[in-house]
């Protein structure tokens, strides 16, 4: 089946940094969503993305389907950020979506 | 508001008892999904449901049972056959597009004593 690799697993920003997470999957998608889990568990839709550029407010990701991998941007990044980002994806031809393992942001003040 | 809403968000039991956790929806989705999450790892399936009274085993169904008897409810159920249940589980709902989006519950923590 289709994998999923993110990096970096984890990282530590001071408020105000920028960082790109990065997400490589083995095979051509269907879609491609990110999302972010807070420190309580709960998943938050990000971005639904299977190709091309989007922007909501201080967060951007792009995807790029031929070369199999999607990045999520992060600007002034603040502590609120911190938690699980986790890309999921569906294979082309599959229903299933399958996730990384997620990058591991903690934001300092 | 629509979403989708799990119950109970905490839960404590006996080893050997049989656990039913709730999943509805309002969002008007097909399709469900059920998914465990262990400290420090990614979501793995569990079941999934496409359609009503339908569904099928996703990659570790072992010890888990569900049903689908109506469009906007899909329980779960953590049997003692599960060898390992103290885990997260999240339950989610696809786009009506078949865009393959999904949308997530709060989830629920379960922890066998």
């Known amino acids: 089946g289709i994998q999923v690799e993110q990096s970096p697993p984890d990282l530590i920003l001071q408020e105000g940094a920028n960082s790109t997470l990065r997400c490589n999957f083995s095979?051509?998608?269907?879609?491609l969503q990110w999302f972010h889990q807070n420190p309580w568990g709960q998943l938050i839709n990000l971005f639904y993305?299977?190709?091309g550029t989007k922007q909501n407010g201080r967060l951007s990701a792009t995807t790029v389907a031929t070369e199999r991998y999607s990045l999520l941007y992060i600007s002034s990044s603040q502590t609120t950020d911190s938690g699980v980002y986790f890309c999921?994806?569906?294979?082309?031809?599959?229903?299933?979506?399958?996730f990384g393992a997620g990058t591991r942001l903690f934001v300092k003040a | 508001d629509g979403g989708i809403t799990q119950s109970p968000k905490y839960l404590f039991r006996k080893e050997g008892q049989n656990v039913t956790l709730s999943c509805e929806q309002n969002l008007n989705h097909d399709a469900m999904y059920w998914y465990r999450q262990d400290p420090g790892q990614g979501l793995r399936l569990i079941y999934y449901s496409q359609i009503v009274n339908d569904f099928q085993k996703g990659d570790i169904a072992e010890g888990y049972s569900v049903s689908r008897e109506k469009k906007e409810s899909f329980p779960l159920t953590v049997t003692s056959a599960q060898k390992n249940p103290t885990a997260f589980y999240l339950c989610?709902?696809?786009?009506?597009?078949?865009?393959?989006?999904?949308?997530f519950g709060e989830g629920s923590r379960l922890t066998v004593l």
């Open positions: 999921a994806v569906v294979g082309a031809g599959g229903f299933k979506t399958i």
């Open positions: 095979d051509s998608v269907n879609n």
């Open positions: 993305i299977p190709s």
């Open positions: 989610a709902s696809e786009g009506t597009s078949n865009t393959g989006e999904l949308f």
